[in-house]
């Protein structure tokens, strides 16, 4: 049983570190400093619902 533990912990460390490598390739980069901007893309909420805003 102690082998079986041992291959699910090396294989399970392995699929993380592939993922960790892949998610910080230099061919993602692009993908990921838009991912980065997407909170700043969204529009004001002032903006889409001015009613909501008893200030106005």
Same mark, same amino acid.
């Given at each position: 049983m102690?082998?079986?533990?041992?291959?699910?912990?090396?294989?399970?460390? !392995?699929?993380? !570190?592939?993922?960790? =490598? =892949?998610? =910080?390739?230099t061919?993602?980069?692009?993908?990921?400093?838009?991912?980065?901007m !997407?909170?700043?893309? !969204?529009?004001?909420?002032?903006?889409?619902?001015?009613?909501?805003?008893?200030?106005?």
């Open positions: 102690a082998i079986v533990t041992a291959i699910a912990t090396v294989v399970s460390m !392995l699929a993380f !570190l592939g993922i960790c =490598w =892949w998610a =910080w390739s061919g993602r980069q692009a993908a990921n400093q838009e991912s980065a !997407l909170p700043f893309a !969204l529009p004001d909420e002032a903006t889409i619902n001015p009613s909501r805003n008893p200030q106005s």
